[in-house]
C-alpha cells in the first residue's frame, strides 16, 4: 500500500480539490454569495491542481506509471498551487485592514480565500512529503482493476466540476470580457434580456 501512496494521494488530489470548488459553488448557489474575480482565479487554479493529480491517475489507470509521469502531474500541481496561492494571498492582503468586513461570509470563523491560501500551502507541503520519499511511494505497477474504477470516477467528478464552473462563471461574467470586481447577479440573464 506505502508503494502506491503517490496514486492515492493523487486520487485523493482530483476527488479534494473538486470538491472544494463544489464548496464555492455551493455557497455561489445555495448561499446567493457571488463570486469576485479572485475567486474564480483561485477556483482555476483549484482545478488545475486537481488537473496535475488526473494526469497521475490516468497514467496510472493502464496499469504501468512511470517516474517522469508522477514528475509532471506533481510538477502541474504545485505550480498551479504556488500560482493559487498568491492569488488568495493577494485577496487576503486586500482585507486585512483591521475592521474589513473581508469579501463574503466566513465559514468557520474564515473567508473562503484564507482557507483557499491554508489549502494550497498545505498541498504543496503534503507534494513535497511524498516525493521526498518517491522510492517507497511511486510504484510503477498498478493493479489495474480496484484502481481503474476509482480513478475514473474521481477524473468523471472532475469533469462535471469544471463543467459546472465554467457554466456558473458564464452566467455570471455574461457577454462581457471581464467581471465587475463586486458582482452583483448573473449578468447573463440581463445580457439577453431575460431579467431586466
Same mark, same amino acid.
Given at each position: 500500500?506505502?508503494?502506491?501512496?503517490?496514486?492515492? =494521494?493523487?486520487?485523493?488530489?482530483?476527488?479534494?480539490? *473538486? $470538491?472544494?470548488?463544489?464548496?464555492?459553488?455551493?455557497?455561489?448557489?445555495?448561499?446567493?454569495?457571488?463570486?469576485? #474575480?479572485?475567486?474564480?482565479?483561485?477556483?482555476? /487554479?483549484?482545478?488545475?491542481?486537481?488537473?496535475?493529480?488526473? &494526469?497521475?491517475?490516468?497514467?496510472?489507470?493502464?496499469?504501468?506509471?512511470?517516474?517522469?509521469? &508522477?514528475?509532471?502531474?506533481?510538477?502541474?500541481?504545485?505550480?498551479?498551487?504556488?500560482?493559487?496561492?498568491? +492569488?488568495?494571498?493577494?485577496? +487576503?492582503?486586500?482585507?486585512?485592514?483591521?475592521?474589513?468586513?473581508?469579501?463574503?461570509?466566513?465559514?468557520?470563523?474564515?473567508?473562503?480565500?484564507?482557507?483557499?491560501?491554508?489549502? /494550497?500551502?498545505?498541498?504543496?507541503? +503534503?507534494?513535497?512529503?511524498? +516525493?521526498?520519499?518517491?522510492?517507497?511511494?511511486?510504484?510503477? *505497477?498498478?493493479?489495474?482493476? #480496484?484502481?481503474?474504477?476509482? $480513478?475514473?470516477?474521481?477524473?468523471?467528478?472532475?469533469? =462535471?466540476?469544471?463543467?459546472?464552473?465554467?457554466?456558473?462563471?458564464?452566467?455570471?461574467?455574461?457577454?462581457?470580457?471581464?467581471? #465587475?470586481?463586486? #458582482?452583483?447577479?448573473?449578468?447573463? /440573464?440581463?445580457?439577453?434580456?431575460?431579467?431586466?
Amino acid at each position: 500500500m506505502v508503494s502506491r501512496a503517490q496514486y492515492w =494521494l493523487a486520487v485523493v488530489f482530483v476527488v479534494g480539490w *473538486s $470538491g472544494v470548488v463544489c464548496g464555492g459553488l455551493g455557497t455561489q448557489f445555495i448561499g446567493w454569495e457571488y463570486p469576485c #474575480p479572485l475567486c474564480l482565479v483561485q477556483r482555476m /487554479f483549484m482545478l488545475l491542481a486537481a488537473l496535475g493529480g488526473a &494526469y497521475i491517475v490516468r497514467r496510472g489507470m493502464t496499469g504501468t506509471i512511470a517516474p517522469r509521469d &508522477y514528475a509532471t502531474g506533481w510538477g502541474l500541481a504545485v505550480v498551479a498551487c504556488v500560482a493559487g496561492g498568491f +492569488t488568495s494571498w493577494r485577496q +487576503t492582503m486586500l482585507h486585512i485592514l483591521p475592521g474589513d468586513p473581508g469579501y463574503g461570509g466566513p465559514v468557520l470563523g474564515l473567508h473562503l480565500y484564507v482557507w483557499a491560501l491554508i489549502l /494550497f500551502v498545505a498541498a504543496i507541503a +503534503t507534494i513535497g512529503v511524498v +516525493t521526498s520519499f518517491a522510492s517507497e511511494t511511486a510504484a510503477l *505497477s498498478i493493479p489495474v482493476r #480496484p484502481h481503474r474504477i476509482a $480513478g475514473t470516477v474521481a477524473i468523471g467528478f472532475l469533469a =462535471l466540476v469544471i463543467g459546472v464552473n465554467l457554466v456558473a462563471a458564464f452566467l455570471e461574467e455574461g457577454l462581457h470580457w471581464y467581471l #465587475p470586481d463586486d #458582482p452583483q447577479r448573473y449578468q447573463l /440573464f440581463y445580457d439577453l434580456g431575460i431579467l431586466h
